[in-house]
């Protein structure tokens, strides 16, 4: 139901930009956000909006490099990423949660309720 695009081999301070496409659901009652998994590592959160969409929340390893957007005519979330560190190689997921979800929790990937297969994202130093 969600589906990640756009991974690949970059070198760092590189650019990329991913994409979660929603094909045949709109998830108008869900909040979409961006985790990754790094080798050996837990999922961690990256990115997401806040419960009403005006704002926009960033894990303090990405803030100021990573930009989390939407397009709403295209059921499209776009995660994009600047300035591209070899830590930042992972499998990158989209994930979908519901609007009613508080803030405190909105980092948590418990609270996301559906993921996409993860595309994957290569930084070479």
């Known amino acids: 139901q969600l589906q990640a695009s756009g991974g690949g081999l970059v070198q760092a301070g590189d650019s990329l930009r991913l994409s979660c496409a929603a094909p045949?659901?709109?998830?108008?009652?869900?909040?979409r956000g961006w985790f990754r998994q790094a080798p050996g590592k837990e999922r961690e959160f990256v990115a997401t909006?806040?419960?009403?969409?005006?704002?926009?929340y960033y894990a303090d390893s990405v803030k100021g490099r990573f930009t989390i957007s939407r397009d709403n005519a295209k059921n499209t979330v776009y995660l994009q990423m600047d300035s591209l560190k070899p830590e930042d190689t992972a499998v990158y997921y989209c994930?979908?949660?519901?609007?009613?979800?508080?803030?405190?929790?909105?980092?948590?990937?418990?609270?996301?309720?559906?993921w996409g297969q993860g595309t994957l994202v290569t930084v070479s130093s």
């Open positions: 909006f806040s419960r009403n969409g005006g704002s926009t």
């Open positions: 994930a979908a949660r519901s609007a009613s979800i508080i803030t405190s929790e909105l980092k948590r990937a418990l609270s996301y309720d559906y």
């Open positions: 045949g659901r709109t998830f108008s009652r869900y909040i």
